[in-house]
């Protein structure tokens, strides 16, 4: 089973950027769409971010405007560079396949966004 490796969170300050990068095993990335997740304490995993195949990406309605997600083909990444960074972006970010369930679920990286 696959595994995805996310990396790159931290804590920010409210305004401040980010970038996370999601590192899987083998070729998923040009077999599957695959997205960014998140989950804050109390609420669901939602989806924030995803790309497909020919790399047409989709955001939620929360994150647009401030997120872009991209594929590194020369790193075989995915990754989610966040700015202007709201409290409300406080969450354990994961990334898997979109629809999840090509690959195990990581431990996700944590994003604090806080002053």
């Known amino acids: 089973q696959v595994q995805f490796v996310e990396s790159g969170g931290g804590l920010v300050q409210p305004g401040g950027s980010l970038t996370l990068s999601c590192a899987a095993s083998?070729?998923?990335?040009?077999?599957?769409?695959v997205g960014w997740y998140r989950q804050a304490p109390g609420t669901q995993r939602e989806l924030v971010a995803r790309?497909?195949?020919?790399?047409?990406?989709n955001y939620s309605d929360s994150v647009k405007g401030r997120f872009t997600i991209s594929r590194g083909f020369a790193t075989n990444t995915v990754n989610l560079q966040m700015n202007s960074l709201k409290p409300e972006d406080t969450a354990v970010y994961y990334c898997?396949?979109?629809?999840?369930?090509?690959?195990?679920w990581g431990q996700g990286t944590q994003v604090t966004v806080s002053s």
């Open positions: 898997n396949s979109n629809p999840p369930g090509a690959g195990d």
């Open positions: 083998g070729s998923i990335f040009s077999i599957y769409a």
């Open positions: 790309i497909t195949r020919s790399g047409i990406s």
